[in-house]
């Protein structure tokens, strides 16, 4: 057994508590907040075609705002993240104003919540990755989303308790803590140099790049795509519960992908998570009608994005961006997943007219399709590091054997 105790080195740890932080902060903030925006959106008595022009703009905000975002927030990092956090604060204390007589403002203030998130998205990725080495990238990812799954799960629990008002303000709290903790923990940290960083039109012609681009978008539209099908399946209550749960297996499977990447690679753990995802759509077409269909879902979900939050979300794009600027790099990788959540909004009044076994079978066909082009794509953890860690595992191996026979 390969020996991880470098990857647990408290040296390390202390040096990446910032990004941490920063991370956690705002994952936890990103996902609980989306819960109580569309909550709102949906409580207001308007169209359902203007509910469906609020997310819309939402995630264009996301979209128009990741873009120059990457570029601007890069030459002035530090500074950006700690002025992002707090807008970030004032996003959330605004959706407290949405209302069902003011259309017109109702969008500025989805446009402008989704630019809280979209402005500073890749630099707070891109921070990560430049304070965690390509050794020990995917275990900081892993105990991030580890704390993200928990964080998400006890803010579910309050949530619920609360009203809508005390919830925005709880989030509101949760998101100028991090805008006051993360200026005093990096404060000793030295600023990087600002990196050179390739085009997007370079990025998208790079062979490696794409040979994880492409399965991503696809695992990402495959899954939120599937989502109200899901729910439709599942019954609303059971599967916003089985939802919740779900996060507590991310929490620890993430941990475990991280570690296994760092040791093993982070092909090998990108492959088993789509390959069990195929599995988990194959096994619903087959057992959709069973009671044993949640307890697969539950299951194999939560393994399977555990392991690709830590691995794909966090360390792929970190790794191939090398020594550039990797805010563009988290861009590209990051904005399919988020803006793939659109699909769900979409696709929700048409649940019922989908044969839920038929798309089921789509959904495993396409997956396990994707697998292909991640068997050509390059590992992007180094060799040497490798090598090295079973190097060092086997010294440590001979060394207890010398101990005990001594």
Known sequence: MIRIRALRDKAALRETAPSILLVV???????????????????????????????????????????????????????????????????????????????LTDALLAFFFGASIGIGLPSCLSYFADSTSVENRGFVGGIIWGTVGFTVLMFAFLISMLGQ?????????????????????????????????????????????????????????INFAEAPLLERVFGAELFVFAQFVEFAIQGIFAIVGGIVADVAGRKRVVIAGFVMLGIEYAALSAFSSSPVALYLFLTLDGVTWGLLFSVFFMAIWGDLGENYGKEKYYTLGGLPFVLAAFLSVLIKPFASDIPATTAFSFASFFLFLAVIPLMYAPETLPEKSIKDRELKSYLEKAKKIKEKYA
């Open 165 to 221: 008002w005390e919830a925005i303000i709880v989030l509101t709290i949760w998101r100028l803590l991090g805008g006051i903790c993360f200026p005093v923990l990096n404060r000793k940290h030295a600023k990087p140099a600002a990196q050179k960083s390739p085009s997007y039109l370079e990025l998208i012609r790079k062979r490696e790049i794409l040979l994880y681009l492409f399965p991503w978008v696809m695992i990402s539209f």
């Open 25 to 103: 902060n705002t994952f936890v903030w990103y996902i609980a907040t989306y819960v109580v925006f569309n909550a709102i959106v949906n409580g207001l008595h308007i169209l359902e075609t203007e509910k469906l022009g609020l997310f819309a703009i939402y995630y264009v905000g996301i979209a128009v705002t990741a873009i120059p975002g990457s570029k601007f927030f890069s030459r002035a990092r530090t500074k950006s993240l700690d002025l992002w956090l707090f807008m970030g604060a004032i996003a959330t204390l605004l959706l407290a104003t949405l209302s069902s007589d003011g259309i």
